[in-house]
């Protein structure tokens, strides 16, 4: 097997991003479910502008954490794939010389769709152990009439067991399409596509350092990893920043939800794009220490190039999680009394940008580290 | 130039734990042209590493200008292989992503020399610099990498199988451009092979078994790529 079940583990970072998006849904969809049961018991005008603000600001909730996260999901899928692709490519081209089809060579990678599976049901068992302090939490003001919590095995049918079948077959036909080489291109070490050549030739350009080089060259072939950078400040920054605001707006539990799923998404999302970005490297710093390169170069080649774009998607989600909140507060909490005007709070990104900075710069430290730990022995071991 | 005294070197721990060098010592003298040649497991290829400070031995001493590099931190290691050393491997180990021009740049940087492309044309890759390491046969990437150490204007090349994964005509090349720029810029070169034909070529051979030296000689007469068997 080509795969095997252990390899699933190193894919904790799909399983968390399951775990988060599955959490949130679950509990904004059995409310929205729940909640839909009593409407005719929804007179007062008051009770009755609640109860549309919160069918909107969950399905708001659903598609944009849900929507994200799965789409995150499925770019970090792809991501593991082509990274096991190109560690197996040797295994996988024998495979194909002794005459599988591509799809038969790939079938083992449908194993990773169990790591979404785990993660989903996980999130699916959370949010109903949360949910009691959820639906209190919905209707603190006691507006609405009470509700109970009922079990909708077509939750967990949409949100848990397809999606790991989807996942599964992602894995498995983004494998076969991956493998759609010549299996000399396998065998040996050419996985470099005349594709990406004329892009990489695209982008070169007059004179710049070696390492300078390098790291745009790093940035232009490894997208996925810019990405996961932009991403992680992303996620940390609206996540961190509007948990403030929901602390006001909401609830301390609402606030606190909110914290947990980001700083959880933002650590595991920049732990693996970091990692990767040392990992994928290890030859080319090996060779490059053989060649007389300090660590410090090495790590400036290899990293330095994130940073502006982590920064900016701390940016960004500062913006995003602004314009959502105006939008909740002005358009769906319009009817709704007792809402206080939002502004943007200063010192909410101030503090946020001060707790990623500190957590970015320990995530390319422990990177950094790793540098200095890999050793010229790298390219003596072929 | 580089002084070999009394080195050993081990591998691995327990049951498992076997001594690859066993207290080799040979002087290395500036210019030279020298093959180390063995069977596979012979330590030929750990007598590289440890001369050209990718290692250190457990035991003995590497002496380079009165220095003693065996004593020295992964820093100052590197330091030492920054100024004096220049690699090329069987592998190539060529950046993929960074085209002919680029990977020589690599070694030029370190030495701050602005006339690289010299030595891409010395290698005859001078129609090639805008070529990645993909759309290069075996022998073109093993003269960018060749290109890529005499960049860095190394005191000492070290070669570890250099022709092993080419055919005999690409071999037969490659070891003429070796020798060729090696009279051209000086430098010392020290070659791991386990073709004998390829000692020949050679102005000292050193042989060795079970991690330990059994012969050294000089070629009275040198033999150039072409003459040699394959």
């Not at chain 1, 560690?87 to 024998?94: F, H, W």
């Not at chain 1, 077509?154 to 397809?162: A, C, D, Q, R």
């Not at chain 1, 790590?299 to 920064?311: N, Q």
Request: net charge positive; with cysteine; proline share 2%.
């Amino acid at each position: 097997m080509i795969v095997g079940i252990k390899d699933t583990s190193r894919l904790a970072a799909i399983a968390v991003m399951a775990f988060c998006a599955v959490f949130v849904c679950t509990m904004f969809l059995n409310y929205n479910i729940d909640i839909g049961a009593v409407s005719s018991e929804i007179t007062s005008p008051e009770a009755k502008a609640l109860y549309s603000a919160m069918l909107s600001c969950s399905k708001m909730a659903c598609s944009l954490s849900g929507g994200c996260l799965a789409i995150t999901s499925a770019v970090m899928l792809l991501f593991y794939v082509k990274h096991y692709v190109t560690l197996r490519k040797r295994e996988l081209g024998i495979l194909k010389a002794l005459g599988y089809t591509d799809l038969q060579a790939s079938m083992s990678f449908g194993i990773f769709g169990i790591s979404v599976l785990a993660g989903a049901a996980a999130g699916f068992c959370a949010a109903y152990a949360v949910m009691p302090l959820f639906y209190k939490t919905q209707n603190k003001d006691g507006l609405l009439p009470d509700i109970d919590i009922d079990f909708h095995p077509s939750l967990l049918l949409y949100l848990v067991i397809l999606p790991g079948i989807f996942f599964a077959a992602l894995s498995v036909f983004s494998a076969s399409r991956m493998l759609k080489k010549p299996v000399i291109s396998l065998l040996k070490d050419t996985l470099q596509t005349n594709g990406k050549i004329k892009k990489l030739r695209e982008s070169s350009s007059a004179e710049l350092s070696f390492t300078a080089e390098l790291r745009k060259s790093n940035l232009k072939t490894k997208k996925a990893l810019v990405f996961f950078m932009v991403f992680s400040s992303f996620c940390f920054s609206a996540m961190t920043q509007m948990s403030f605001s929901m602390n006001e707006l909401s609830s301390f539990l609402m606030g606190a939800i909110i914290m947990l799923i980001g700083v959880t998404l933002a650590c595991t999302t920049l732990i693996l794009a970091s990692s990767a970005a040392v990992g994928g490297n290890t030859k080319t710093i090996a060779m490059m220490k053989a060649f007389g390169y300090s660590d410090k170069e090495c790590r400036t080649a290899l990293l330095d190039g994130y940073r502006p774009w982590s920064y900016a998607g701390f940016a960004l989600g500062t913006g995003y999680q602004y314009l959502l909140l105006k939008i909740a507060v002005n358009i769906v909490f319009k009817d709704v009394e007792n809402i206080p005007d939002y502004k943007f709070d200063l010192a909410a990104a101030i503090v946020s940008l001060a707790a990623f900075a500190v957590l970015y710069e320990l995530a390319i430290y422990i990177c950094a580290k790793r540098i200095e730990r890999v050793s010229v022995k790298e390219i003596m071991l072929e | 130039m580089i002084d070999i005294v009394n080195a050993s070197k081990f591998y691995g721990t327990g049951q498992s734990r076997f001594q690859a060098l066993k207290s080799v010592s040979l002087k290395l003298k500036k210019g030279g042209f020298y093959v180390v040649t063995g069977a596979s497991g012979s330590g030929k290829s750990t007598l590289l590493n440890i001369a050209s400070g990718l290692e250190r031995p457990d035991d003995g001493n590497i002496i380079y200008s009165e220095t003693d590099i065996a004593g020295l931190t992964d820093k100052e290691l590197t330091q030492f292989r920054r100024k004096h050393t220049g690699f090329i491997f069987q592998q190539y180990y060529l950046l993929p992503n960074l085209n002919v021009d680029k990977n020589v740049k690599m070694g030029a940087d370190l030495a701050g020399n602005k006339n690289y492309r010299e030595v891409i044309k010395a290698v005859g890759l001078e129609d090639k610099l805008q070529k990645y390491p993909g759309e290069l046969s075996g022998g073109q990437q093993q003269r960018v990498s060749i290109a890529r150490a005499l960049a860095k204007k190394p005191e000492i090349l070290f070669l570890d199988e250099p022709t092993g994964a080419l055919d005999e005509q690409t071999g037969r090349q490659i070891l003429d451009y070796i020798s060729t720029l090696q009279r051209e810029y000086g430098f010392t070169v020290v070659m791991v092979t386990h073709n004998l034909n390829i000692a020949q070529m050679a102005d000292t051979v050193v042989k060795m078994n079970s991690g330990k030296i059994t012969e050294i000689y000089s070629n009275s007469e040198k033999k150039t790529a072409y003459e040699i068997g394959w």
